[in-house]
């Protein structure tokens, strides 16, 4: 009985997830996001909703800790949980991840027959909501982090950047990665690289609102298409997605001026399961089965790393494609993060 209970638990938290989605997209935790106690009529008044259903999911996010409730009909969002649903600025925000992650599990039905014949399922076949839901998820742990933090943490590459140099960002999605460090480094350039076309279309609107397009460029391609020379090439949480990681990785090797470096930022994981035996590696497991697994067996190769890769076993990847120095520079909960140098 207490596996059944924790069953119903989980029951609960996939529902949540929609539920979350359902907040965002409709503006209900920006519209509680003072602090204020409202009724779900004067909720759905200011978001332009119907006040039934408004009301069944304010008693949906009571129950599962996400509002609270003051006296018999009048609903509260604390501050701090709306930082983590409305803050896109704040590296506590995860309001992306819900939209990531349900995005994800609409595609059960296919994963279900990919498991039977052990075909992949690319990143681009799932549902269009991934890609903004991926970004993010991911942005405000690059905003608080990347420059502040993790290049800062590496060999030469600061100062490099402030003098200006030239930097690849692989894989790079919708571009928040790129735009962030040209935005701080303007005597640098950027090319960033995508296989998904949609993204890169994004990618470019995105850095001519951000009024770095000068010092960009975004192209549709694979990783080991990437041409050019540059001091810096970055993978942010993706080389374990792809097809053939230690393929790219010889690739970039190649692509790197003297003295230049790669970053490489991969999901937090120890080098064994035992290791990763907790909440957030449940999570990374969960949707290295639903999306980057699948991804990587779609391409060439098929090596699989998985989400939770690990330092070692990332470090064998980077060696065996000839790069001489690895190491660890910086870390948080979610992410590690990487320098290797030729």
């Known amino acids: 009985m207490e596996f059944v209970f924790k069953a119903?638990?989980?029951?609960?938290?996939?529902?949540?997830?929609?539920?979350?989605?359902?907040?965002?997209?409709?503006?209900?935790?920006?519209?509680?996001?003072?602090?204020?106690?409202?009724?779900?009529?004067?909720?759905?008044?200011?978001?332009?909703?119907?006040?039934?259903?408004?009301?069944?999911?304010?008693?949906?996010?009571?129950?599962?800790?996400?509002?609270?409730?003051?006296?018999?009909?009048?609903?509260?969002?604390?501050?701090?949980?709306?930082?983590?649903?409305?803050?896109?600025?704040?590296?506590?925000?995860?309001?992306?991840?819900?939209?990531l992650l349900l995005a994800a599990v609409r595609s059960t039905d296919r994963l279900i027959d990919a498991f039977r014949t052990g075909e992949g399922v690319g990143w681009h076949e799932h549902h269009h909501d991934l890609y903004e839901g991926c970004e993010r998820f991911f942005r405000p742990g690059y905003h608080a982090h990347l420059v502040a933090e993790w290049i800062p943490a590496m060999d030469g590459v600061e100062a490099a950047l402030r003098d200006g140099c030239r930097v690849a960002d692989v894989g790079c999605g919708l571009?928040?990665?790129?735009?962030?460090?040209?935005?701080?480094?303007?005597?640098?350039?950027?090319?960033?690289?995508?296989?998904?076309?949609?993204?890169?279309?994004?990618?470019?609107?995105?850095?001519?609102e951000a009024g770095v397009a000068n010092r960009t460029r975004f192209e549709t391609g694979a990783a080991k298409e990437l041409t050019g020379v540059y001091d810096l090439i970055c993978l942010f949480d993706c080389l374990h997605d792809m097809g053939d990681p230690a393929g790219v990785l010889t690739h970039l090797r190649s692509r790197l001026a003297?003295?230049?470096?790669?970053?490489?930022?991969?999901?937090?994981?120890?080098?064994?399961?035992?290791?990763?035996?907790?909440?957030?590696?449940?999570?990374?497991?969960?949707a290295s089965t639903l999306l980057c697994t699948p991804n990587s067996l779609s391409q060439e190769v098929g090596a699989a790393?998985?989400?939770?890769?690990?330092?070692?076993?990332?470090?064998?990847?980077?060696?065996?494609?000839?790069?001489?120095g690895f190491r660890r520079v910086a870390e948080t909960p979610f992410n590690l993060v990487f320098q290797a140098t030729r």
Not at 51 to 76: I, K, N
Request: aromatic share 8%; with cysteine; net charge negative.
């Open 175 to 208: 571009g928040a990665s790129t735009i962030l460090m040209a935005a701080e480094y303007p005597g640098s350039t950027f090319v960033g690289i995508d296989y998904h076309g949609g993204s890169i279309e994004t990618a470019r609107q995105r850095a001519a």
């Open 8 to 99: 119903v638990g989980d029951f609960g938290s996939m529902l949540t997830g929609s539920m979350a989605v359902i907040g965002d997209k409709l503006g209900l935790y920006r519209a509680m996001a003072d602090g204020k106690p409202v009724t779900p009529a004067e909720l759905a008044e200011r978001t332009g909703t119907a006040e039934r259903y408004v009301r069944e999911w304010l008693s949906a996010q009571a129950a599962a800790g996400y509002v609270e409730l003051d006296g018999d009909d009048r609903f509260s969002l604390p501050a701090e949980k709306a930082v983590a649903l409305t803050d896109e600025n704040s590296p506590a925000c995860v309001i992306g991840g819900f939209e």
């Open 305 to 324: 790393l998985g989400a939770q890769a690990g330092e070692k076993r990332l470090r064998e990847v980077a060696t065996g494609a000839g790069f001489t």
């Open 258 to 286: 003297d003295g230049g470096s790669l970053l490489i930022v991969e999901p937090h994981a120890g080098d064994t399961l035992r290791d990763n035996l907790n909440p957030v590696s449940a999570v990374y497991y969960g």
